[in-house]
């Protein structure tokens, strides 16, 4: 046991005295948390919008000026034809016109919208929210109860992502790196004929990227709750029991890796190839899996991050129990159980 705790303390220290990868572990889930709940939004704010209307009756001024006074839309200027108005959109000052026809103010109806449709998600939105603003007679911004997210934020969204993706890459890319790191230098075979066993050989390095990742998950929540406000509505227990499940997973995944790859290039290509990429297209981070085509729905079933993303959202902003996510905690403890199994039986085949 003291050999173990030994080889332990010596990848721990091995994994401090690098400045580049402490500096990777660390200052990306600051940078990604950051960027994802400041930068990168899909939040409607301060849409450029265009007013066009042949009488500026008391109706349709209050309609005007309850669009004015929300936070999600600019008043640029009012053009008298469409015609205008979409010459504005497409010289790029304006993303967005309301066109106001002559009976609106009798039948409240009779509104055309000119938008830049380049992004057709944020157009939808747009539009909706300019609908709900208008009709509104108290100004509000919509007129339909939002449950979990009232104010519409897509650091909600993003967060349990960016908590699935970096967990993912930290524990699988780093883990195998390290591992084969040893095979290049040649240290592999004078680890293996140590008195300690293969497999508590393997274990000792994987356990430092454990306890870096639970550090790394304490950061992310931390960051979610008190700088995004993010609420953590369920319980922390389950979200932490949860997380560590999904790390193992992905030690376990990080271990494969290693064993197929023969040079840091080739594990950290494999890395972003099996783990980057789908996480990113087919885990639902960016895009809801049930708009995907049903090919890359049946693909994404098996993309861990999925079940793993959706378990963090309906725990922490929905704030269900444990019995919500059976489904997904019984996926990533199988997927666990097959990848490590795999994954050890490998490691001994190639020992004999």
């Not at 993303?95 to 938008?115: H, L």
Request: aromatic share 8%; glycine share 6%; proline share 5%.
């Amino acid at each position: 046991m003291k050999q173990f705790i030994s080889f332990v303390i010596k990848e721990g220290k091995h994994i401090l005295r690098d400045k580049r990868t402490m500096l990777i572990l660390f200052g990306m889930p600051l940078a990604l948390m950051l960027i994802f709940g400041f930068a990168i939004t899909t939040d409607v704010k301060n849409v450029r919008t265009v007013v066009v209307t042949s009488s500026m009756d008391h109706l349709t001024q209050q309609a005007v000026d309850r669009l004015a006074a929300s936070e999600y839309f600019t008043i640029t200027q009012a053009v008298a034809t469409p015609r205008d108005a979409e010459r504005v959109i497409r010289g790029q000052k304006a993303d967005m016109a309301i066109v106001f026809g002559p009976d609106f103010a009798s039948k409240r109806s009779g509104v055309q919208f000119i938008v830049d449709g380049a992004d057709p998600n944020m157009a939808q939105q747009w539009t909706n929210y300019a609908t709900a603003v208008m009709m509104n007679p108290e100004g509000g911004a919509v007129n339909t109860k939002m449950l979990y997210n009232p104010q519409m934020r897509s650091a909600y969204n993003f967060v349990p992502a960016i908590m699935g993706m970096l967990l993912m890459l930290v524990c699988a890319m780093m883990t195998s790196i390290s591992v084969v790191r040893e095979k290049e230098r040649g240290t592999m075979e004078v680890l293996l004929v140590s008195p300690v066993k293969p497999l508590m050989i393997i274990v000792a390095k994987a356990i430092p990227y454990l306890v870096l990742a639970f550090a790394i998950l304490i950061i992310i929540l931390l960051m979610a709750r008190f700088v995004l406000g993010v609420p953590l509505a369920g319980s922390l227990f389950w979200i932490i029991a949860v997380s560590i499940l999904y790390i193992l997973l992905a030690l376990s995944l990080g271990l494969l890796i290693s064993n197929v790859a023969k040079t840091q290039l080739v594990a950290l290509l494999l890395s972003a190839m099996v783990l980057l990429m789908p996480i990113v297209m087919l885990s639902g981070m960016l895009f809801p899996v049930e708009s995907m085509p049903k090919v890359l729905q049946w693909i994404s079933a098996i993309v861990p991050p999925r079940y793993y993303i959706e378990a963090m959202r309906k725990l922490m902003i929905m704030g269900v129990g444990i019995g919500a996510i059976l489904k997904e905690v019984a996926v990533l403890l199988g997927m666990t159980v097959f990848l490590l199994a795999i994954a050890l039986k490998r490691f001994n085949t190639r020992l004999e």
